[in-house]
């Protein structure tokens, strides 16, 4: 009853006092849609794509710690032995190639890529994970490492002769696509991937050449979803050692270390799902230098580069 009362008196109302109700209505809506769209939508937008024809099946993506402005990232199985540094808005400053394994004369199914410490205090590294394995049948994957130069960008193109190791599960064979570097603990992170719960392991970042060396196992995680769509696809770890990140095709994980706190404690946790504009087929994530955002690249061709902040 009182409801209708409400309505007969707004019909008796004059023109001008409807307009008077109704214009601050009116602006308060379309303040509202301004906002969503530029501080909301915008998050979803891409901030640039890749520009060169060359990167066409990214899977990784890591910042140089020595060149501002700098991410390396690198193609999937299918490629050659080589990487891409880039800009942040995409384009191909120098392609770098390496020396893949002597035994299958190159590198097979590189998912991942990440830049931390190494055996000399000071100096930075650049990991390349030859770490895929949709059979599940390799005898031991392959990381490899070469020391972070100024001189990469002095050209279009450089050589390196890298450093790998070789590692074997310590179970079975089982495919990955993420690997991290811990630069606290001076680890490697491997999260397998195609599982409903997947696994970590652990191997020390000290290594002689071409070792072969068995990982250590150390917890599972859950990931609720449907597979393939929860399958875990790339991971970073941020420069300080505080921050961690893993994606999957639909979603972002990200957990923050407490003091004395191993990553893969803290990844027992459950995690902040962070947002992220859901990609074709997107397999790499890694932070910016400063750890406050992370960008995402998807395979294809001009893929689109997203960029995200990092909740403070």
Not at 288 to 307: L, N
Request: glycine content about 6%.
């Amino acid at each position: 009853m009182k409801g209708l009362r409400v309505i007969n008196a707004y019909k008796r109302m004059s023109r001008r006092k409807k307009l008077n109700i109704l214009l601050p209505v009116v602006i308060l809506m379309f303040i509202g849609a301004y906002a969503k769209h530029h501080f909301i939508d915008r998050k979803s937008l891409p901030e640039s794509h890749l520009q060169d024809k060359v990167m066409d099946e990214t899977s990784g993506v890591a910042a140089s710690s020595i060149n501002p402005d700098i991410y390396y990232i690198h193609n999937d199985s299918g490629d050659t032995s080589r990487f891409f540094a880039i800009t942040p808005d995409g384009k191909l400053h120098t392609t770098i190639y390496y020396q893949g394994h002597k035994q299958h004369l190159g590198a097979l199914d590189c998912e991942d890529i990440s830049v931390g410490p190494g055996p000399v205090k000071g100096k930075s590294y650049v990991y390349i994970g030859d770490i895929g394995d949709n059979g599940a049948s390799r005898k031991f994957i392959t990381i490899y490492r070469a020391e972070e130069k100024r001189s990469w960008l002095k050209d279009t193109v450089a050589h390196v002769v890298p450093s790998p190791i070789n590692l074997q599960y310590p179970d079975a064979p089982k495919d990955a696509e993420a690997m991290m570097v811990d630069p606290i603990e001076k680890l490697f992170y491997i999260v397998t991937k195609r599982y409903d719960s997947v696994s970590v392991y652990t191997s020390p970042l000290a290594y002689k050449n071409d070792d072969t060396v068995k990982m250590t196992f150390r917890t599972r995680l859950f990931f609720k979803g449907i597979k393939p769509f929860k399958w875990i696809t790339a991971g970073d770890i941020s420069k300080d050692g505080q921050k961690i990140l893993l994606k999957s095709y639909e979603k972002v994980y990200y957990w923050t270390r407490r003091p004395n706190e191993a990553v893969w404690q803290a990844m027992r946790r459950p995690p902040l799902e962070l947002p992220y504009k859901q990609e074709k087929q997107g397999e790499a994530i890694g932070f910016t230098p400063d750890g406050k955002g992370y960008y995402t690249i998807s395979e294809g061709v001009f893929s689109p580069i997203y960029y995200y902040n990092v909740p403070n």
